[in-house]
T-cell receptor
Framework: NAGVTQTPKFQVLKTGQSMTLQCAQD?????MYWYRQDPGMGLRLIYY???????DKGEVPNGYNVSRLNKREFSLRLESAAPSQTSVYFC????????????FGSGTRLTVV | GQQLNQSPQSMFIQEGEDVSMNCTSS?????WLWYKQDPGEGPVLLIA?????ELTSNGRLTAQFGITRKDSFLNISASIPSDVGIYFC????????????FGTGTRLQVFP
């Protein structure tokens, strides 16, 4: 039971570099989400996808883009990384939008220097 | 964006003690949930609450959906070392049912 798989687990980028965080779920869930976690800030929603083919902005979308490649995969791209994007990124999925049994991945720890 | 006010920020308790934490919002919520995050892992759902006034238990954990629909409480009885972690409240606001808003977290340390 893999659940939600995120890659990579750790990454260090230089300011201005780009990268894509990958997320895949094997639970046939419709909805997928990207959150970032910063100390004292809890989890903040970056983007979400209610179903295959749709994406919407969350609370903190600036500096990010997403792609819902298919039902299983939802990627997060940083086009030009900034130190303010140093954070732990979590991908989550749920059976349908509004189904609160979110399953989270184990996170990607990103440092931008 | 909106965040939920969660308190306390951190707690240091002795094994066997009871723990209480709460979450408040300026807006009305349809659903309240409580998650636990172990070090190096993603959050895991502990309890979900769907009706105002609802009181739900999961083992040593008990959570309540406040009558005003603007708050929720989580109690842990007889704490044990594996209770260590960060506890997050989360809620579905009535103005947007597509997503969850998370609290800032309560970091719990349990000493033997």
């Amino acid at each position: 039971n893999a659940g939600v798989t995120q890659t990579p687990k750790f990454q260090v980028l230089k300011t201005g570099q780009s990268m894509t965080l990958q997320c895949a779920q094997d639970m046939n869930h419709n909805s997928m989400y990207w959150y970032r976690q910063d100390p004292g800030m809890g989890l903040r929603l970056i983007y979400y996808s209610a179903s295959e083919g749709t994406t919407d902005k969350g609370e903190v979308p600036n500096g990010y883009n997403v792609s819902r490649l298919n039902k299983r995969e939802f990627s997060l791209r940083l086009e030009s990384a900034a130190p303010s994007q140093t954070s732990v990124y979590f991908c989550a999925s749920s059976g349908r939008t509004g189904d609160y049994g979110y399953t989270f991945g184990s996170g990607t720890r990103l440092t931008v220097v | 964006g909106q965040q939920l006010n969660q308190s306390p920020q951190s707690m240091f308790i002795q094994e066997g003690e009871d723990v209480s934490m709460n979450c408040t919002s300026s807006s009305i919520f349809n659903t309240w949930l409580w998650y636990k995050q172990d070090p190096g892992e993603g959050p895991v759902l502990l309890i979900a609450l769907y009706k105002a006034g609802e009181l739900t238990s999961n083992g040593r954990l008990t959570a309540q959906f406040g009558i005003t629909r603007k708050d929720s409480f989580l109690n842990i009885s007889a704490s044990i070392p594996s209770d260590v972690g960060i506890y997050f409240c989360a809620g579905q606001p009535v103005y947007n049912t597509d997503k969850l808003i998370f609290g800032t977290g309560t970091r719990l340390q349990v000493f033997p």
